[in-house]
């Protein structure tokens, strides 16, 4: 990955370039959709990102807040990818609690679809409360 000559770089580009999201224009729309805080500003995408910016990201697989390491324009492996930036303590820890009520969800849900004889039982119990 090469880095640029002033060492900085456009959002939107190093977004992509990281792997956050799967293109340019999706880290485009997520950033004019402030789902993006650089330094807890909320960016445009052509702002230019430098080593040492807080950047807190929301996408479909969490909230992520971050420390950029490296800044690159150019999309290269995942592993390349994931050491442009530091993720924080509490970003891993809020989205491994997140992952672990999700698991627990999924455990605690019926195997089928109540039938009319449960969804009568159901309505019943509803209506008490």
Do not use: C
């Not at 807080?54 to 995942?78: H, M, N």
């Amino acid at each position: 990955m090469t880095k640029d000559a002033n060492n900085s770089v456009r959002l939107d580009k190093w977004l992509w370039a990281a792997r956050f999201f799967k293109t340019r224009s999706m880290a485009h729309e997520a950033i004019e959709g402030g789902k993006v805080y650089v330094d807890n500003i909320r960016a445009k995408p052509s702002r230019s990102v430098s080593v040492g910016d807080e950047v807190s990201i929301t996408t479909p697989r969490g909230q992520f807040d971050i420390v950029v390491e490296r800044v690159s324009s150019q999309r290269g492996s995942a592993s390349i990818a994931s050491t442009m930036y530091r993720e924080t303590d509490d970003s891993k820890r809020r989205r491994e609690e997140i992952a672990e009520m999700h698991r627990l969800a999924r455990n605690a849900a019926p195997e089928e679809r109540p039938n009319s004889q449960d969804r009568r039982l159901l309505r019943r119990i509803k209506e008490d409360f």
